[in-house]
């Protein structure tokens, strides 16, 4: 079993930049993937961008395509979101999760297996 542990949410202005972290600790595999997920109040969780954690292969919802980078720390078994040009509609609670999957199957919820607690990301007009 792998434990998840978001933090670096806050507040930022429109057109700021944040950086999210996740570290995992427990049983990590170099098999699986970790993706970033949101949920905005009202709304259903949806997918941001995805890990993998062997070779670093990256994949992006279109929504952030350009702005957002994802990238890991193997050593440190610690997964980064950093956000650029952040919108007020990037306004949501931010999750991590360990997955397996690969292109679009990473969308689906169901392909994870472990869940941070999410940490809140608020982006002011």
């Known amino acids: 079993q792998v434990q998840l542990v978001e933090s670096g949410g806050g507040l930022v202005q429109a057109g700021g930049s944040l950086r999210v972290s996740c570290v995992a600790s427990g049983r990590t595999f170099s098999s699986s993937t970790m993706g970033w997920f949101r949920q905005a109040p009202g709304k259903e969780r949806e997918f941001v961008g995805v890990?993998?954690?062997?070779?670093?292969?990256?994949y992006y919802a279109d929504s952030v395509k350009g702005r957002f980078t994802i990238s890991r720390d193997v050593a440190k078994n610690t997964v980064y979101l950093q956000m650029n040009s952040l919108k007020p509609e990037d306004t949501a609670v931010y999750y991590c999760?360990?997955?397996?999957?690969?292109?679009?199957?990473?969308?689906?919820?169901?392909?994870?297996?472990?869940w941070g607690q999410g940490t809140q990301v608020t982006v002011s007009s």
């Open positions: 890990i993998s954690w062997a070779g670093g292969t990256t």
């Open positions: 999760a360990r997955g397996y999957c690969s292109g679009y199957g990473c969308y689906e919820l169901s392909r994870y297996d472990s």
